[in-house]
């Protein structure tokens, strides 16, 4: 069947949907809304069974493949940066400012935000301290590795003057009524993050997850606090790295095998990082709250895990947490709800990673962000198969990446699943 028929066919699904199909979100880009106009985005997303669109607002730097951009390119070259104009009554605490993206593309999300489409949500998807640009501008806010090196795109949430500005951001953008899904409010991993990551050097799992712990001067200090010897804690990480780096047999990357690799002093290092990440997110909640609006934090251990090929392995992935410093059960009671990224081709495994975060967080609202085409689907009743696996799974709202990155025939799967799951 052509891709066009299969678009028409599987959309007129969306006439099936009934009040118990799950609600869901899909996330779009600016340029999204730049290239097809608003109207358009927001017709096909209501065909796609989505009830809100989920809007970048701050994001970080990425080359995109978009099939669908009408008579635009096909490529997207995104910038770090932030879609408005920052109010400067709400950054009186930092000296810290984003930077801002192409007028036009601050046009578009405004002419989104005016739009008076009542049946369709928007909130603000919102990339907090995943910014390669900061760290340029100000090293200091980086996460450094046990040698010392710092990881520029990645700023550390422990970090005080990080701290504000993802303060600021959050204040700024909820201010203007929308409520907001927070990326990159954690620690980050050494393997992702600069423009064209390269390594002749290849490392076990657990050297790389050990490359990927902080040990800046404000992780170095919270760890201090609760009686880490952080010189020998470091010294003992460079030494495991170079013994991977020189061929030594890998280990895999579990909470226990660094423990005895490197001792309790790791363990007490991961927990002060956690907590860190967990304080943040509640003073960013704070202030959303403040302002009448929702923060759901977003966890990218999904990513970590099955970004390359939807092949998660390991122990489920709430139990991988704490390579981006997270406690799940922490981060979401200071939450009003709980995103992960569900980058699993198997939905067995899928339902497996989901039970884990539910577990974990208790009665917080679980939200599972699906790929409906590659790596993960690779058709629509696979896609279905992984919505069903999510709900039993125990997730209240299963939404999807990315309406601009997939093309038509892919996009087509949403509404199939959604009400082939009910």
């Known amino acids: 069947m052509r891709n066009i028929e299969l678009t028409r066919l599987l959309t007129e699904r969306i006439s099936m949907t009934t009040p118990t199909a799950p609600e869901s979100s899909l996330y779009i880009f600016p340029s999204d809304l730049l290239d097809e106009g608003v109207n358009a985005v927001q017709e096909r997303a209501r065909t796609l069974g989505a009830c809100t669109l989920t809007v970048a607002m701050a994001y970080h730097q990425a080359r995109d493949v978009t099939p669908h951009a009408g008579a635009k390119p096909r490529l997207r070259f995104r910038k770090d940066g932030v879609f408005f104009r920052p109010d400067e009554s709400r950054w009186h605490s930092t000296p810290l400012r984003p ?29 907090f301290l995943h910014n390669m640009s900061l760290g340029e501008d100000h090293p200091a806010l980086a996460s450094r590795t046990c040698f ?7 700023i550390c949430p422990l970090n005080p003057d990080a701290a504000e500005y993802a303060i600021a951001l959050a204040d700024d953008i909820s201010s203007r009524g929308l409520d907001i899904v927070a990326e990159a409010l954690s620690g980050q991993t050494f393997a992702h993050g600069h423009h064209h990551e390269r390594s002749f050097a290849p490392v076990g799992e657990l050297a790389e997850a050990i490359l990927g712990l902080c040990f800046c001067s404000s992780c170095a200090a919270a760890a201090e606090a609760r009686n880490v010897d952080v010189e020998r804690l470091a010294a003992a990480a460079r030494d495991l790295v170079q ?34 990440v967990a304080d943040l997110t509640a003073r960013v909640a704070d202030v959303v709250r403040a302002n009448g609006r929702r923060l759901s934090f977003m966890d990218l251990t999904g990513a970590v895990l099955g970004y390359g090929d939807g092949n998660p ?26 995103s992960i990224l569900g980058y ?45 696996a999510c709900i039993d799974g125990g997730a209240d709202q299963v939404d999807f990446y990315n309406y601009g990155m997939y093309d038509e025939h892919v996009l087509a799967r949403i509404p199939y699943a959604l009400n082939a799951s009910r």
Do not use: C, F, M
């Open 313 to 338: 392995t390991g122990a489920p992935a709430a139990e991988q947490a704490w390579r981006l410093a997270i406690d799940p059960a922490s981060a979401a009671h200071a939450s009003d709800s709980y």
């Open 344 to 388: 699993a081709n198997d939905p067995s495994r899928l339902e497996v990673d989901v039970a884990s975060y539910r577990e974990s967080i208790g009665d917080t609202p679980l939200r599972v962000i699906l790929r409906p085409g590659y790596p993960d689907s690779d058709s629509p009743e696979h896609l279905a198969r992984k919505v069903e």
């Open 243 to 276: 013994d991977s780096y020189g061929g030594a047999a890998h280990a895999p990357a579990t909470r226990e095998a660094l423990g005895e690799a490197l001792g309790s002093d790791v363990i007490e290092h991961l927990t002060a990082r956690e907590s860190g």
């Open 99 to 127: 930077r801002i993206q192409d007028q036009s593309e601050l046009d578009a999300v405004q002419g989104l935000l005016d739009s008076s489409d009542s049946d369709l949500r928007v909130e603000a998807w919102t990339v």
């Open 148 to 154: 010392g090196d710092p990881l520029l795109s990645n």
